[in-house]
């Protein structure tokens, strides 16, 4: 059963241009969660979606970003125009269930989005 | 004030000591995590806790809910034990999102 992939793993964008960031959850899991890791800091949460639903989004900055996690496919976050301040890694959680409940949350690699 | 504080932030310890690394939090919460971050940067999780004590291995991790506290404890700690370990809380009423500490870097030397 493999775990939870994302891809690419590193990303080099230049300021202005679009990032877009997979995330396939475990076989099995509708959960997925998004967070960001700035350089020297703590991870933050960006957004919780379901499939094809977007349930909390409440960490996620109000421009340029945007999830989704269609019924077939991986789930996606796009950066738009992006900006030197993007630089971070990201990583997507899933879970067979609500982590609220007591679901374990299984993390991906990351993606590590460079920005020139 | 961050939500969930780390202790120490920098641990240095010899290969074979016991190592105890702590987090304390301020909202009320329905589970805690605790996640191991290795140099390469892959997350993995070693606990959940909603109560008491788990062990697994060298590793336990303690919660006091009263007290909102909790606890990671290596014993007999070995150089490949060297990452950052995050402890992470689902505040109540949440959606299951993870608030996170900022981590402790522990170093164990041979």
């Known amino acids: 059963n493999a775990g939870v992939m994302q891809n690419p793993r590193h990303l080099v964008r230049r300021r202005g241009q679009e990032a877009r960031l997979r995330c396939s959850p475990m076989?099995?899991?509708?959960?997925v969660y998004w967070y960001r890791q700035l350089p020297e800091e703590g991870l933050k949460f960006m957004v919780y979606l379901q499939k094809e639903n977007i349930i909390d989004e409440s960490g996620m900055p109000k421009e340029r970003f945007s999830a989704e996690f269609p019924k077939e496919g991986p789930s996606i976050l796009r950066i738009q125009q992006v900006v030197r301040g993007d630089s971070a890694a990201y990583f997507c959680?899933?879970?067979?269930?609500?982590?609220?409940?007591?679901?374990?949350?299984?993390f991906g690699p990351g993606t590590r989005l460079l920005v020139l | 004030k961050n939500e969930v504080e780390q202790s120490p932030q920098n641990l240095t310890a010899q290969e074979g000591e016991f190592i105890t690394i702590n987090c304390s939090y301020s909202v009320g919460i329905s589970a805690l995590h605790w996640l191991q971050q290795h140099p390469g940067g892959g997350i993995v999780s070693l606990f959940m806790l909603s109560s008491g004590k788990k062990k697994h291995g060298r590793l336990i991790a303690t919660i006091n809910i009263q007290e909102k506290h909790s606890s990671l404890h290596i014993t007999a700690s070995h150089p490949r034990d060297s990452a950052v370990y995050i402890c992470?809380?689902?505040?109540?009423?949440?959606?299951?999102?993870?608030?996170f500490g900022k981590g402790t870097k522990l170093s164990v030397k041979p």
């Open positions: 959680a899933s879970s067979s269930g609500l982590a609220a409940r007591g679901e374990t949350q299984y």
């Open positions: 076989k099995g899991h509708s959960h």
């Open positions: 992470a809380v689902v505040e109540g009423g949440s959606q299951g999102n993870l608030i």
